[in-house]
């Protein structure tokens, strides 16, 4: 055998292994290039197919393969008669693939613009729209956070998680109405204690301090050991009554006439 051959054959099974190797360790970007290699010299290969399919699967690519079931979406190269032909990439793939890993990375911006990318090209999974809403809201792009927290919830409308982020998502965003909405929704479906505390959280944002205090003394009376919910209680305990002592001391003053008052080093005093 020719020994470029042998160092050829050699080389292009190496690619192989090593993609078995990184897939293991559950480093799948990396597998798929070494798969994607190996794939254009040995396009027929079923043990590379079988493996970059189940990597595609774990990615939650299910959707698009089952539209892609065939030899051209798994390799770069189909045979045509005699001949060997050209067949380009799907690139948007490996967008969605470049989004992920920027998100596992942390640089959701980067991870952001890739997502964007890709559903230009393929919207057919709709779970990906729940993965722009979490980068989206993670940057701080809350109105786009919520266009596609919405629309996944369309196709997806049973997801609790999604619709508590939701929720989060537009209290941030300053609609505490709508968000105290989805909350409510929730809390009659499911008991939990994250749902209480978000809308105490949102109460006190309002400046509804006396509907957040009630929520603690609830979350009190199931959690009676709980120093946490003792403390925000008294924090916010402190905060009605300041707000009080400031209600009655305008009362009192509000409808006095103006020479009733004199300015002193502590302010208009009566």
Do not use: C
């Not at 619709?163 to 809390?187: C, F, M, P, R, V």
């Not at 209680?233 to 905060?239: A, V």
């Amino acid at each position: 055998m020719n020994f470029f051959l042998i160092i050829f054959v050699l080389f292009t099974n190496n690619q192989l292994e090593k993609a078995k190797e990184l897939y293991q360790k559950g480093i799948y970007l990396e597998a798929i290039y070494y798969l994607n290699n190996y794939l254009e010299k040995n396009p027929h290969d079923k043990e590379a197919q079988t493996l970059k399919k189940k990597i595609f699967l774990e990615l939650n690519l299910t959707d698009s393969l089952s539209q892609n079931n065939n030899p051209s979406f798994i390799s770069r190269k189909r045979k045509k008669g005699d001949q060997l032909i050209k067949k380009p990439g799907i690139t948007y793939l490996d967008t969605l693939l470049k989004a992920k890993k920027a998100k596992e990375e942390g640089d959701y911006f980067k991870s952001l613009i890739f997502y964007e990318a890709f559903l230009k090209k393929d919207t057919t999974d709709k779970k990906i729209f729940y993965e722009v809403a979490q980068v989206a809201s993670w940057l701080g792009f809350l109105n786009k956070a919520v266009f596609y927290y919405e629309k996944y919830l369309r196709y997806f409308p049973e997801d609790k998680k999604a619709l508590y982020e939701l929720g989060l998502t537009y209290s941030w965003n300053g609609n505490y109405e709508k968000a105290l909405e989805i909350l409510d929704s929730l809390e009659k479906e499911t008991s939990d204690v994250k749902i209480s505390l978000t809308k105490a959280k949102i109460y006190e944002w309002q400046g509804n301090y006396l509907n957040a205090y009630k929520i603690y003394q609830q979350l009190k009376n199931l959690y009676p050991e709980s120093e946490d919910i003792a403390q925000e209680m008294e924090r916010l305990k402190k905060i009605i009554n300041k707000t009080e002592e400031k209600k009655d001391k305008f009362l009192k003053y509000a409808f006095l006439p103006l020479f009733a008052y004199q300015q002193t080093n502590e302010g208009w005093q009566r």
